[in-house]
């Protein structure tokens, strides 16, 4: 008989440091410290919670918010950075896989990262949302496919996304066809109100019955001084609260202990990897189920670069049906079921 593999996980929901990216780099670092002394192996933050997701970008009108986009600039974390060198440190000294989510700075934009690193301190994976939501598009740019990867980590195959890309069919379809064990999803928490709560559970419960993978999902909090620090407006500082749905679900789609829906905390279980093939048994999103035939996904995973060499552009020839699809298609890789 096969011995069971276990993965204990942890998902944090903890508020930032608003004022200082300092500051929430030693919340970041004392969560892992506090998971390392429980046994976890794997670690969630929630949405670009380094520095800390730009709240006031929901609250406040374009022309109001400049001098908060800037200072967001400057506390933006470059990838590779110091910053990361000590999340990596972390990461190995303790053999955890980290999912943290930044807002990265390349050069003139910010973009909403989601990074991954292995219990070697290996930074598996880095990918950017897709497409930034409503009122975050004038804080981030646009990501690409090329990071839209597995992460094949010493505890599992990992995959992520952020927030709403959840309601994007074919950017999940897109990790299960990867074949991930673990989605880590992150929220920003402290959103929208309770039915933004509500929402979460239903993206993340689906996603685990389709995937036949475990979620770990990781939401943001906000105090009530920080609520006040964003906004002095009774109304708009509703906007602001509840959206919280910290939570570890099963590849049956349950709850596989509480989740945290107020205040700071962190919410750890122990997966038991044997659940993924008891679902799969029964339905293979991207395997016995699927019908490649007649529905398939293709990818473009060439980075979003302003230049590229003409070298590096596949080679067409054209004359037939086949040469035109790939012409058309220059670029983009079909997803396979292997």
């Not at 990216?21 to 004392?30: F, I, P, Q, R």
């Not at 009530?224 to 049956?252: F, V, Y």
């Not at 019908?291 to 670069?305: F, K, V, Y």
Request: glycine residues 8%; hydrophobic residues 40%.
């Amino acid at each position: 008989m096969s011995t069971k593999r276990i993965v204990r996980a942890a998902a944090v929901q903890v508020a930032p440091d608003l004022t200082s990216g300092a500051g929430t780099l030693v919340k970041v670092c004392e969560a892992i410290e506090s998971a390392a002394r429980d046994g976890v192996q794997l670690i969630v933050f929630p949405e670009t919670f380094l520095p800390y997701y730009p709240y006031f970008s929901f609250v406040l009108p374009p022309v109001q918010s400049g001098a908060e986009h800037l200072r967001l600039y400057e506390q933006a974390v470059v990838v590779p950075g110091p910053i990361t060198d000590a999340i990596a440190a972390l990461a190995r000294q303790h053999g955890m896989v980290v999912v943290l989510g930044v807002n990265e700075r390349d050069h003139g934009s910010l973009y909403n990262t989601q990074l991954i690193y292995d219990t070697d301190g290996q930074l598996k994976i880095k990918r950017r949302k897709l497409t930034p939501t409503f009122h975050e598009r004038m804080i981030w740019g646009q990501g690409d496919a090329a990071g839209l990867k597995v992460a094949d980590t010493s505890i599992g195959r990992i995959g992520a996304l952020a927030c709403w890309e959840h309601y994007n069919p074919l950017a999940r379809y897109a990790l299960m066809t990867q074949h991930e064990e673990i989605h880590c999803s992150q929220f920003p928490g402290s959103l929208v109100g309770p039915i933004f709560a509500d929402q979460i559970e239903v993206t993340i419960r689906h996603h685990a019955l389709e995937s036949g993978c475990f979620v770990i999902n990781a939401t943001g909090w906000l105090t009530d001084a920080q609520i006040e620090s964003i906004t002095t407006d009774a109304k708009l500082q509703k906007a602001l609260r509840g959206g919280c749905n910290t939570a570890i679900i099963s590849p049956e789609g349950q709850h596989v202990v509480a989740p945290l829906r107020e205040g700071e905390g962190m919410v750890v279980a122990d997966l038991d990897m044997g659940l993924i093939t008891k679902r799969k048994r029964m339905m293979d999103s991207v395997g016995h189920y699927a019908r490649p035939e007649l529905l398939s996904l293709a990818i473009n995973e060439r980075p979003a670069t302003p230049v590229f060499s003409l070298d590096d552009a596949p080679i067409i020839a054209f004359g037939s049906a086949q040469d035109e699809y790939q012409h058309q298609y220059a670029g983009f890789a079909p997803a396979t079921l292997d």
